[in-house]
C-alpha cells in the first residue's frame, strides 16, 4: 500500500502573504516530491517581525495557525521566522516536530564549517537571534549576529537589498574566509539563490536548512506517525 505524501507546514508569524509564499516555493523545491509543503500566514499579526514588540504582537495568531496546521494533517510544522518566533510553546504542545528557522539554519552553519556568522536584517532584531544561539548552546561556535540594514519589507527587492546584504556577507569573510554565513530571515530566502560572495563560502538558507531538517525528523519518526494516524481514524 502507497503511504501518502509527508506534509509539512510553513507557519509564518507575520501578515505578508508573498513571504509565505516565497518560502513555501523554496522549500518545495528543496525537497522535490519527497514532501508536499504549504503555508499558513498570520492575518493577525504584524507586517513582519522586528524585533520582541513584533514577536508578542504575532503569538496569538500564530498558535492558531499551529492548531490549523494540526487540523490539516501536518506531519511536520515551520515557524517561519528567524527568531523562533513561540517555537517553545508550539514544540511543548507535542503530537507534530516543530522546526524553527533560526534553529535549524544555526544548527546547518554550525555542521558546514567550524564557525558560522548571521547576516540578519536590523539591529533591533540582533539581541533575541543572539540569546537564541546562546541558549542552543553554540554561541562558542559564532561569529556574531550581524545587521545588513535592510528592513525585512526590502527584501523582496533585490536591486536593493542584494548588494547591501552581500556587502556585509564580504565584509564578514575578509575577517574569517572559513566560517560559514547563516541569512537570519527567512524573507532572505527570494534572494538566497543570487547571493555571490567575493570569496567562497557555505550560504545557509534557513528555509531550505528547516524543511530538511524537518523532512529529516518526520521521515525518522514516521512510522510512530503512521501508527498515530490509524489510531486516530480508528
Known amino acids: 500500500m502507497s503511504r501518502e505524501p509527508i506534509r509539512i507546514s510553513i507557519l509564518n508569524p507575520n501578515a505578508t502573504q508573498s513571504m509565505t509564499d516565497e518560502m513555501v516555493a523554496s522549500a518545495q523545491l528543496s525537497v522535490g516530491g519527497l514532501a508536499k509543503v504549504e ?7 504584524p507586517a513582519a517581525i522586528q524585533g520582541p514588540k513584533d514577536a508578542e504582537d504575532c503569538l496569538s495568531g500564530l498558535f492558531g495557525l499551529f492548531e490549523t496546521a494540526r487540523s490539516q494533517g501536518a506531519d511536520g510544522i515551520i515557524v517561519g521566522c528567524f527568531d523562533d518566533t513561540g517555537l517553545r510553546e508550539l ?7 516543530v522546526i524553527g ?3 535549524a539554519g544555526c544548527i546547518a552553519g554550525s555542521l558546514a564549517a567550524s564557525r558560522f556568522s548571521v547576516v540578519t536584517t536590523l539591529v533591533v532584531s540582533v539581541p533575541v537571534i543572539a540569546e537564541n544561539i546562546r541558549n542552543m548552546g553554540l554561541w562558542d561556535r559564532c561569529n556574531g549576529v550581524h545587521p545588513s540594514g535592510v528592513a525585512v519589507l526590502e527584501l523582496s527587492s533585490a536591486g536593493h537589498s542584494l548588494p547591501r546584504i552581500t556587502n556585509t556577507i564580504d565584509q564578514l569573510l575578509e575577517a574569517d574566509p572559513h566560517q560559514s554565513i547563516v541569512l537570519g530571515c527567512g524573507g532572505m530566502t527570494a534572494i538566497a539563490s543570487e547571493i555571490s560572495p567575493s570569496s567562497p563560502a557555505h550560504i545557509i538558507d534557513p528555509v531550505v536548512a528547516a524543511v530538511q531538517l524537518c523532512l529529516g525528523v518526520v521521515s525518522a519518526s514516521s512510522r510512530s506517525i503512521e501508527q498515530t494516524k490509524q489510531s486516530v481514524k480508528l
Open 39 to 45: 503555508g499558513l500566514t498570520n492575518s493577525l499579526g
Open 91 to 97: 514544540r511543548a504542545r507535542g503530537t507534530v516536530p
Open 101 to 103: 528557522l533560526g534553529e
